[in-house]
């Protein structure tokens, strides 16, 4: 590592990393406590929720796991203003997805929430990144961009990074190779129109055909889309891996990665927030990154595109 390097590290860990977690349910606190288990260049987390003795039992608990936690951050319970100098605010507010309701299904409830949320926030100054988590989630993306009137690439929704982590898991389970050094990608709608571009992924230099029979893809693709409706079924809700998924996005931005994730941002072409592989760095999306897709996963994507914009329309 030369001097260089040396002075841009120690220039990041020197800068007051701050976050503000908005929303204190299941997600949000599986993300706080998945960032206090790693090494992250974050030094304050500050947590909102409407339920104030909820949050201060949380910030209790978690600050009890400082003394074994690879990372020191300070947590504190605040409200909007704590926004003002924060480098992320993670929205995680609003209604849950219950069994039997689609990610959509929860689009009036929470439209209504994020109004006043995002106008309290940039009401204190904010000028960091967005992160969004709460569903129908492209939509919810689309909305705290229009709400904060902020440039597009400081909004950045979790999109499909929970689904392509579930998809290299369920791949790694089939092939044996560590899910790490699989390239593969679900893209689109974080919902129901969601798909895996098959023609892009990589395992191993292998050719896919030779790897998995087609049987094999349109299991996996459906268990991968299915996901989030088994788990709701069985525990009442999804909460970890989204957590994690979090975690790589705010480490992305803090760390200026220049990671490659699938995160919802806009599409300026299609008039959408919706998920392709984009470079997240300190500034946000730095660059959609528009793969290569086949005639049928064109069709796809277009149908991706099509449920959103009709699901703005209902709401607008």
Known sequence: MNYTNCIIIKMVIDMKNKV????????????????????VYVDELVLIDIN????YGEAMDLNHCQAYSPSRIKISVGNYSDCKDAKIVVIAAGANQSVGETRMDLINKNSHIFKSIVSEVVESGFAGVFVVATNPLD?????????????????????????????RFLLSEKTGVCPKNIEAYVIGEHGDSEFIPWSNVNIAYKKLSDILS??????????????????????????????????????????DKNVILPVSSWDEQNGVCISTPAIVNRNGV??????????????????SINVIKDAIAKIE
């Open 20 to 39: 503000v977690l908005i929303g204190c349910g299941n997600v949000g606190m599986a993300f706080a406590y998945a960032l206090v288990n790693q090494k």
């Open 52 to 55: 104030t003795e909820k949050c």
């Open 139 to 167: 939509i919810m993306t689309y909305l705290t961009l229009k709400y904060s009137g902020f440039e597009k690439n400081k909004v950045i929704g979790s999109g499909t990074t929970l689904d392509t982590v579930r998809l």
């Open 214 to 255: 087609l049987d094999d893809l349109k299991k996996i693709e459906n268990e991968v889309r299915e996901s989030a409706y088994e788990i709701i079924k069985r525990k009442g809700a999804t909460a970890y891996g989204i957590g994690m998924c979090l975690v790589k996005i705010t480490n992305a931005i803090i760390e």
């Open 286 to 303: 730095k660059e959609k990154i528009f793969i290569p897709l086949t005639s049928d996963e064109t069709s796809k994507i277009k149908r």
